[in-house]
């Protein structure tokens, strides 16, 4: 029989080969003209599957974009059951004229691969593919050593607004005792680590109404409120100068990070220099007393993500709006609940609305929750392992992730453990122009997970749960 690393290495262009098929989806889940395509996807991962050997395939309808389920049980009854998490959905491609490549028409150079998609998810989903296949040949089973079920999402990249009711119910079908989340990365090629934690999310429009229109600013200049100017006092408003967010109430429920975190947090490394040339900024911000890893992975932020009103063309037209408007998101952490934070923001709003001025409040959906995940359970014990074997033996440190996705809704809703098995890169461009992925980190991921599935069987379903 072949090694797991033998079988990934002789099997690498199959992955490459279902990625380039795949990555021509241009399934964006944002775009209503793209529905279609983002239905293509569905279709085109459910065969994938079904060709890896999956019995059981199913493509689940929601009140928005399918989900694709499948299922693999393992021979012996008493085996463990993972469910692994993902999705097929991507992100918009603009603004087009950044990206160096069509963004769907995968290019690659050496070990990049550059396409929307090819990191955020597609082709950390594929190398799952390929490492039960991996797992497979070097068991010499015919079955998975667990009962293993994929879940992948259409809607991710739109927030999820239907992903939690799916949950709900389908509950019976997703039944697992470890779920296996597969949408995060790690610190760096050479520095393998997990994501033990993953931040939530509101976000909303804040719009001024003044005047009911557009005023000459030398008549009325100076005698009535102006929408754009109280708006930019609002986003003023929103931190000190030390980078605190100034709603009252903000930081109330925060779980504050201990000591041995810090220290955790501490090993990880991270290069402020280098951080700067990922993100193509010219200095570092945020809340002081912070490194850049606690900043963006386990405190809470307020950023101001569009501010406008008035005349945006070319020269001068000196007027006083009748509208302005800002757009804000705010991350949470541990603790923190989006109903909570809503309504504090809402009273910071009205605090902050100046007479003769009308606010309203748009917020997109009801929120994510934020998640976290202990470590040193036998679940994450077992993913270490086999990500660290992957690595030729290196530690395997955790981080946390500053984005947000459903994961705390899986973690309430199927009550299982929850890991994270990710090989994204900082530098990978999601969501941004020239998306790419480093091609031996998917051949990495694919290893990983075709150890993993022996260690959880090992462990058995009683010591998975502790």
Known sequence: ?????????????????????????????????????????????????????????????????????AEWPSAEPDAPVVLVYGHHDVQPVDPLELWNTDPFDPTIDGDVLRARGASDDKGQLLFHLLGLRAHLAATGRDTPAVTLKLLIEGEEESGSPNFAGMLTERRARLDADIVVITDTGMVAPDVPSTVTGMRGLVVCTVTFHGPDMDLHSGVFGGAIPNPATAIARLAAALHDETGRVQVPGFYDD????????????????????????????????????????????????AEVNGIGGGYQGSGGKTIVPSDAFVKLSFRLVANQDPRAITAAVEAFIAAHTPAGIEASVEWEGEGVAPCLVPLGTPAYEALTAAISEAFDGLPVLPTREGGSGPEAAIQTIIGAPLVFLGVGLPDDQIHAPNEKVTVSMLYKGAEAAGLLWGRVAALGRPGLRG
């Open 254 to 301: 925060v779980l504050e990070l201990t000591a041995e975190e810090r220290d955790l947090f501490a090993r990880v490394p991270v290069n402020d220099t280098e951080f700067l040339a990922v993100t193509h900024s010219r200095a570092l911000a945020g809340e002081s007393g912070f490194s850049t890893l606690e900043r963006v992975g386990a405190r809470p932020t």
């Open 1 to 69: 029989m072949t090694t797991v690393r033998e079988f990934v290495t002789d099997h690498r262009q199959d992955l490459l080969d279902d990625l380039d098929a795949w990555l021509r989806i241009p399934g964006i889940s944002a775009q209503p003209e793209h529905h279609g395509d983002v239905a293509r996807s569905a279709e085109w991962f459910a065969e994938a599957a079904r060709r890896t050997g999956f019995p059981t395939v199913e493509i689940w309808p929601t009140a928005g974009l399918p989900t694709v389920f």
